[in-house]
């Protein structure tokens, strides 16, 4: 059985960038807005210069002993968010959660019934506890969405969905943790890869082709995600 890499090149977002090395999760900025919501992991401080923003610095988390094996940075101009994905096949998010893109609500709650515990954003990993009972191998994140495949082939959808980009049915405006049938195994040929960017989500073939995406997906975006995808690009 193959190992995950130990190392990933960067997921990047409108403002953000995480990568892995040796199994630690590291997080720049690009711009100034890019710990905004604490997504590089750390709290925000007016008191540092931008530039110090932008030097890679490992995110912390409450015990030592997580091994990290991918993650995907999402957000636009105005959010911002980060998925981590450990040895385990638990994810943990820290960054914005105006629209449940962290995934801290529960599963059964729904839209209407998610609280936020008087927090719209976390400056440090959360665990994901809606997921804790699967086994996660891929994340991904858009602007203001989440996107996780389980080993069994099934993808979890959370976060901002009006546009469609969760492949839940009615488009819900928000959405937890939840099962997406159109973009599962059990709908599709068998999901090896997922990508999410902006508001569109698309799910990929072990040989690269894409299955399905739903959302706003510009053309330009599917073409890139193509080649990515084709030439053996993690998941992002």
Same mark, same amino acid.
């Given at each position: ?39 590089? &992991? ?9 530039d110090a923003l932008k030097t890679p610095k490992q995110i ?10 991918? =993650?995907? =940075? ?18 943990? =998010? ?6 449940? $893109? ?23 990993? $959360? ?46 405006f928000v959405m937890p943790p ?19 960017? &902006? ?33 053996? $690009? =993690?998941?992002?």
């Amino acid at each position: 059985m193959n190992r995950p890499p130990t190392s990933t090149p960067p997921s990047c977002s409108q403002n953000h960038c995480v990568t892995i090395k040796h199994r630690i999760a590291y997080a720049f900025a690009t711009n100034k807005r890019g710990n905004r919501f604490g997504q590089l &992991g750390r709290p925000k401080s007016s008191s540092k210069p931008d530039d110090a923003l932008k030097t890679p610095k490992q995110i912390q988390f409450q015990t030592n002993d997580v091994q990290l094996i991918a =993650a995907a =940075a999402g957000g636009s101009k105005d959010s911002g968010h980060t998925l981590l994905l450990d040895l385990e096949g638990q994810v943990h =998010a820290c960054g914005c959660d105006r629209w449940q $893109q962290l995934g801290l609500g529960s599963s059964e709650a729904g839209a209407v019934g998610y609280t936020w515990q008087g927090r719209l954003w976390h400056y440090t990993p $959360q665990l994901v506890s809606a997921l804790a009972s699967k086994h996660v191998i891929a994340v991904a994140a858009g602007d203001d969405h989440s996107v996780v495949l389980l080993k069994s082939g099934e993808v979890y959808t959370f976060g901002r969905g009006e546009h469609g980009q969760l492949g839940q049915a009615g488009k819900p405006f928000v959405m937890p943790p939840t099962k997406s049938t159109e973009l599962s195994s059990n709908n599709v040929q068998q999901v090896a890869s997922i990508r999410a960017e &902006g508001n569109c989500t698309g799910i990929f073939s072990a040989n690269g082709g894409l299955l399905k995406n739903v959302g706003r997906c510009p053309k330009d975006l599917l073409t890139k995600w193509r080649i990515l995808t084709s030439s053996g $690009q =993690a998941s992002g």
